[in-house]
């Protein structure tokens, strides 16, 4: 039987958020000004043909799928890449470290961080998508970790990142391991996605309690 986890994208926008979805029962994708993520139901034609129709002229979509699934015709990969899914049954303990909730006023410094240091696709309303927490020095947000998928009994931590010239003082272990533990406090088990060729990363998660659970595929679609 197939694991939620096998189709993130999919059990996250049709339950938890389905809010920051557009699309219907055939395919869905995230709102473009949250994220490009998107995922069809099956690979039924139908299905694909609708998850075609949400590919902007000029823009593309993410999937993120154990499987990918047979394109539509006028769609085409951009880039792919395997990633690591990992699982946290118990995450490690959080360091004590200085950080701030950040919301809705700290939303143009989120995106200016994650312009520069590319954690991942960090959109205007990407911070929407849960709760995120940061470390200002000098009133310069210099690091940060957050949430991005939720599905039943599953929260993706996302977003972590830290500013050049800053890093090496372990602000991106230390939020990254307080996220997972907010996480777990709820009853939820935290998970996220690293590159399968960044070996240094995925120790890193190990240290933190993080564990593979998974091998899956990240693609961008564009048209053409």
Known sequence: MAHVLDRPVWHALTTRQRPFAIGDARAVRLDP???????????????????????????????VESRLPPLPSGLRIHKQA?????????????????????DERDAADMLDLATLTEPGPFFARTHELGDFIGIRDDERLVAMAGERLRLPGFTEVSGVC???????????????????????????????????????????????????????????????
């Open 33 to 63: 000004a949250i994220g490009l993520f998107a995922a069809a139901a099956d690979e039924a034609p139908g299905n694909l043909a609708a998850l075609a129709d949400l590919v902007p002229d000029g823009g593309m979509i993410g999937l």
């Open 82 to 102: 395997a990633c690591v899914q990992m699982v946290a049954d118990a995450p490690a303990a959080a360091p004590e470290i200085a950080f701030m909730a950040l």
């Open 162 to 224: 830290t500013r050049p010239g800053f890093r090496g003082r372990g602000y991106a272990a230390a939020l990254l391991a307080t996220v997972a533990a907010r996480i777990a406090a709820r009853g939820e088990t935290p998970f996220l996605h690293a590159y399968a060729d960044h070996a240094a990363t995925i120790a890193l998660y190990e240290r933190l309690g993080f564990r593979a659970r998974a091998t899956l595929t990240y693609a961008l679609i564009v048209r053409g």
